[in-house]
C-alpha cells in the first residue's frame, strides 16, 4: 500500500516559520511531481507549491519569496520550508505526488494525498 504522511504542521506566531515533510512509501516504481495544496475554511483548494520531475518548481503568488519547495528523492520526500508566516497562511496542507505505483505485479499511475497537517498562524 502507497501512503504519503505529512509532519510539521502546528501553531505559530506570525514572522515564524514551519517546515513540513511529506514522505511517500510502499510499492513506488517512481514518482513524477510532489507538491503541497492547501485549503482554508471557506475557500478553494490552491496549489501552494510544487516541484516536477525534471526539478522544475511553481508558486502560489501568495507565497512567493516566502516559502520554499525541495525533494529528496533518494527518500522519496518533499518539503516545504516556510518562512515569514502570516495569519492567511493559515490552512490544512496536504501534499500530493503523482507517479508509477505497484499494484500486485502491475503498476498504475496514479495521484496520492496525504491527509492534511494543520498550520495555524496566530497574529
Known amino acids: 500500500q502507497v501512503q504519503l504522511v505529512e509532519s510539521g504542521g502546528g501553531l505559530v506566531q506570525a514572522g515564524g516559520s514551519l517546515r513540513l515533510s511529506c514522505a511517500a512509501s510502499?510499492?513506488?516504481?517512481?514518482?513524477?511531481?510532489m507538491g503541497w495544496y492547501r485549503q482554508a475554511p471557506g475557500k478553494q483548494r490552491e496549489l501552494v507549491a510544487a516541484?516536477?520531475?525534471?526539478?522544475?518548481?511553481n508558486y502560489a503568488d501568495s507565497v512567493k519569496g516566502r516559502f520554499t519547495i525541495s525533494r529528496d528523492n533518494a527518500n522519496n520526500t518533499v518539503y516545504l520550508q516556510m518562512n515569514s508566516l502570516k495569519p492567511e497562511d493559515t490552512a490544512v496542507y496536504y501534499c500530493?505526488?503523482?507517479?508509477?505505483?505497484?499494484?500486485?505485479?502491475?503498476?498504475?499511475?496514479?495521484?496520492?494525498w496525504g491527509q492534511g497537517t494543520l498550520v495555524t498562524v496566530s497574529s
Open positions: 510502499g510499492s513506488i516504481f517512481s514518482i513524477n511531481a
Open positions: 500530493n505526488a503523482d507517479g508509477t505505483f505497484w499494484s500486485g505485479s502491475y503498476h498504475r499511475y496514479l495521484e496520492l
Open positions: 516541484v516536477t520531475g525534471g526539478g522544475s518548481t
